[in-house]
């Protein structure tokens, strides 16, 4: 029995000479292998750290927060920075010296899959309504009116799930403003405006919204949004906007986003329907 093992381990040895003969002639072909193996897995890991960047990158009015450590700065939007894993700090730059602002988005984790935080911005818009109550050019109120001091308070809860590339939020908030001293203030009935000054002549805003993004083909992706105000005790009550736009993402640095804004709101004469093109550039670094 042990010699027919035998026999037949050295037939085996036989038949396997050639390949033997053949590994030995060429000593680099595994090592090749094994190169081209581990270069595969580098780009791979490369475009998996790509992807990632470049998903967390403008993730915008979503529950997801900025990399730590990163700037984000628009044309007309916020500038942006991410302060840690939990929380990020933004500002309006265009608004900060005629309407003081800061906003401070936080983490609260992650549950079934939704990922949350919640998003609260501070605002001193007192400035800015006394500059607009002029006459002539810039003058939206009457120059007579006396503007009080008013601290704008919102604060809004967001959830977030990735589906896959695409990510789906739910928005849910409300807004304060009080005011502090004479007030004859009259409502600045222009559409977009209208909603988010509300608070300043009632008592409460609140807010609704359902935000969506995603890639299309390419560096081209999506983004669309609608957001709902009802604002009790205040003339017209409610506003409803609808917006969607194509985004351009050429890296993780830049970003382009042309598309429109529609409004339906009820104002002191009235409701009316309004549209308006929108465009932003922005920069992360």
Do not use: C
């Amino acid at each position: 029995m042990m010699a027919k093992r035998w026999i037949g381990m050295g037939a085996l040895l036989m038949l396997l000479m050639p390949a033997l003969a053949s590994a030995q002639e060429a000593p680099g072909v595994e090592a090749e292998v094994e190169v081209e193996a581990e270069a595969e897995a580098e780009v791979a890991s490369e475009e998996g750290n790509e992807a990632n960047a470049t998903g967390r990158a403008f993730v915008g009015d979503t529950a997801l927060l900025s990399e730590v450590g990163r700037w984000e700065v628009g044309l007309f939007g916020p500038l942006r920075y991410g302060l840690s894993e939990k929380m990020e700090l933004a500002v309006h730059p265009l608004l900060f010296f005629v309407a003081p602002n800061a906003q401070l988005k936080v983490s609260h984790g992650t549950r079934g899959g939704w990922h949350l935080a919640s998003k609260h911005q501070l605002t001193y818009p007192t400035l800015l309504f006394r500059l607009m109550a002029r006459e002539g050019i810039g003058g939206i109120l009457p120059a007579d009116r006396a503007v009080p001091h008013i601290l704008s308070l919102q604060s809004e809860l967001l959830v977030t799930r990735e589906v896959g590339a695409h990510k789906v939020s739910l928005g849910l908030g409300v807004q304060v403003a009080p005011r502090v001293g004479e007030s004859q203030l009259v409502s600045i009935d222009l559409p977009f405006v209208y909603p988010r000054t509300a608070a300043m002549f009632g008592w409460a805003t609140g807010i609704m919204s359902v935000h969506m993004q995603g890639p299309i083909a390419g560096k081209l992706g999506y983004e669309a949004d609608v957001r709902a105000f009802t604002y009790p005790g205040v003339d017209g009550a409610f506003a409803v906007e609808q917006g969607a736009a194509l985004r351009l993402t050429t890296s993780p640095g830049f970003m382009a986003q042309l598309g429109y804004r529609l409004s339906y709101a009820g104002y002191p004469f009235g409701t009316m329907f309004n549209i308006a093109p929108t465009l932003e550039l922005a920069w992360g670094f």
